[in-house]
């Protein structure tokens, strides 16, 4: 379909759906990148771009970024993350917030868009999702609050607040072409970014570091507020697999600063930490697209995260 000539009104580039944990950005990106079938990839990208589908037809080439790192920084090391967080997303040509028209703007969501706020010259777009699950008068007075959201906390100077607000809903089939229509209209007039076909940049073993982070913290967060760090040291996909069956294998480390921490983390007869195991698993296979073999060790880094060269030897 694509060819090396590209009209001149061709767009290409990035936007990121953004929403707390269940605001329905996979089953968006995967109706839209579903929606139009020309190049698909669940494959993670570079070090901060995670792409995780690219839309190419005709007109525009939209490549859909994840930022799964975006939350409250717990700590130091967090704070370096969100970093990472804010420049992955001050690289992108438009935001998408998504957040469920069923349930209560909370503090996850608040947090985020105060994030947002701090984006410059990036515009900001509310995609109320899940919209088949609520009636006229509910959506009504969602569609209400995210505005009043955006007032309050993204452009409160001028009160602009969100650039656009889009109600969707990919179980109801409810305008998914709409959001494709809003969310291009952002891109710059540019040739596509990434040729037709698979892409296959390295994956990014920084983001699997962080939902193994993640899930390690999951449960036992109050315990270990903040003595936790997460090496990938090997990752790839299996050789000798069927192309139609493909694994990746990932070894990791996490570290603590005691060994009483370490006790927790690995939990009666290693219970806690199959379970973070497990939790860890399912998040990266949403993010990598395939099953994950994934091998966790935990080891002891005594007073690691006050120590800038360790923390650089952590890869922070
Ligand atoms: N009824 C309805 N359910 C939806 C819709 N979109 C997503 N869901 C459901 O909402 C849940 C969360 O959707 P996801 O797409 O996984 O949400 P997410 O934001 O990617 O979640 P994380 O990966 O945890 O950040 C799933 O059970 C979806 O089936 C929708 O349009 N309508």
Known sequence: MMSTDYPEHYRSGFVSLVGRPNAGKSTLTNAMVGSKVAITSSKPQ?????????????????????????????????????ELVAETLSGMDAVALCIPANEKIGPGDRFITEQLAGLHNIPVIALVTKVDTVTRGVLADQLIAVQQLGEELLTPETGEGFAEIVPVSVKGDVQVDTVLDVLTKYLPTSPALYPDGEVTDEPDDIMVAELIREAALEDIFDELP??????????????????????????????????SQKGIIIGKGGQQLRAI??????????????PVYLDLVVKVAKEWQRNPKHMNRLGF
């Open 226 to 259: 903040h003595s936790l760090a997460v090496v990938v040291t090997e990752m790839g996909l299996r050789e000798g697999q069927p192309e139609d069956e493909p694994i990746t294998d990932i070894y990791a480390e996490i570290y603590v600063e005691r060994d």
């Open 277 to 290: 195991g497990q939790r860890a698993r399912r998040n990266i296979r949403k993010l990598l697209g395939t």
């Open 46 to 82: 570079t070090t901060r771009r995670v792409i995780r589908g690219i839309v190419t037809t005709d007109d525009y080439q939209l490549i859909l970024v994840d930022t799964p790192g975006l939350h409250r920084p717990r700590t130091l090391l967090g704070e370096r993350l969100n």
